[in-house]
């Protein structure tokens, strides 16, 4: 018998990183399903992680995305404003991580 599930961590991580993730964290036993997404402000492709947790594994599990999911940085291009052809200027952005929500469970079933 397996240890009940008590605590469910919504992750979001960025598609690139998604596989490498997945893989770390099966490997230290955590289950997960994965959930194509989309989504902040550059609209990209993102994945959304659901991790099932029995009480008191949240450490390991936080440890893995940590060290997984890198910050990059992406180039925004906007037009400069008062230019009369519009100009493209990249804007540095720092993207990716992990967005990590924590929420408890209070009823678990396998059917």
């Given at each position: 018998?397996?240890?009940?599930i008590?605590h469910?961590?919504?992750?979001?991580?960025?598609?690139?990183d998604?596989d490498?993730?997945?893989?770390?964290?099966?490997?230290i036993?955590?289950?997960?399903?994965?959930?194509?997404?989309?989504?902040?402000?550059?609209g990209?492709r993102?994945?959304?992680?659901?991790?099932?947790?029995?009480?008191?594994?949240?450490?390991?599990?936080?440890?893995?995305?940590?060290?997984?999911?890198?910050q990059?940085v992406?180039?925004l291009?906007?037009?400069?404003?008062?230019t009369?052809?519009?100009?493209?200027?990249?804007?540095?952005?720092?993207?990716?991580?992990?967005?990590?929500?924590?929420?408890?469970?209070e009823?678990?079933?396998?059917?």
């Amino acid at each position: 018998m397996t240890d009940a599930i008590r605590h469910l961590l919504l992750a979001i991580v960025q598609d690139q990183d998604t596989d490498a993730a997945v893989r770390a964290l099966n490997d230290i036993g955590a289950r997960v399903t994965v959930l194509a997404s989309t989504g902040g402000f550059l609209g990209q492709r993102n994945a959304t992680l659901l991790i099932g947790l029995s009480e008191n594994k949240e450490g390991p599990v936080l440890e893995v995305l940590h060290r997984v999911c890198r910050q990059r940085v992406e180039y925004l291009t906007l037009p400069m404003e008062g230019t009369p052809l519009p100009l493209p200027t990249p804007i540095p952005v720092t993207v990716g991580g992990a967005s990590v929500f924590a929420l408890p469970v209070e009823r678990y079933e396998e059917l």
